[in-house]
């Protein structure tokens, strides 16, 4: 798995020479308020607009709801496609820092600081799972509410587990299994590992599919969308596109992956000082794209 990581970045920096063709699709443009239903980034004219931390982030579910979280007032806006408006706003009352993390059938992740995390049911807006002061740093993390289990990878790629989470902080702690234990929790011949969710080499398995912590897969594509100023997409570990998301006049503030596979883009232009939203159409997937709204029902 490791050697696999270290291939899949050689292409990736051989591929940023080599970036392919696409269509860049300019779908809508918010003002910069700080009021409801608009977007905020502050410009901070001492440290330059490209060193201000706060911004927008993108998140997409498996049944294509789009979710914006508005940084700096840290509210949850989801996105009408119809109009691109921003709707049914959500104030869940989270601390200054905090950063979206995933999304999931109307379970709201968020990483709070750099070691802890809260996931929230969006319909009561409760908590169900509160993790703080964890020792090591959460790079990335899967949450599975039908097994019950929090699984985390850390900066070294080791994997941590929380089994039973929930918002009792002495329970997590107490639940908490080392990088050694998770191991041997989801061994092969585990009750994990018999349900579906198994680690070797490093590497977690769902349902025999490898997880990619740092990525997102769509029907057997993988896209890498971390490391800006690139997308790159990957097909059996071979990169077939590189897509450039950095613009010199445009601030990059997040991407996000469609299920069918469409890109998704958020960018701020201080010219202008108006969130611009963009996307990039699968054309690398069209049969694909063509299933997952006929069985969708939607646009």
Known sequence: MKKLVVS????????????????????????NKKENGYLFIRSNDMLGAYEDVTGNSLKIDSDGKIYVYQEDTRVVYTLDTADYSLKNRKDFGLFPGTAFLSVDKGLLGFQVYENGVCIIDEQTGKKIVDIENLSTIIRASYYSKENNVFLYVDYNSAIHSIINPGVSIEENKKNYKTPDQTIRLFSKNSEYGKKGLLIEDDALYINGVVYYWYGIQVNGYMFYTSDAPNIYLFKNNELIKTMKVYSENEQLESVAVHPCGDIYILRMNWQTNKHCLYRIENTWDPEWRTQWYKEHSIK
């Open 8 to 31: 899949i970045l050689c292409m990736m920096i051989f591929g940023a020479i080599f970036a392919d063709d696409y269509k860049l699709e300019k779908l809508h443009e918010f003002e």
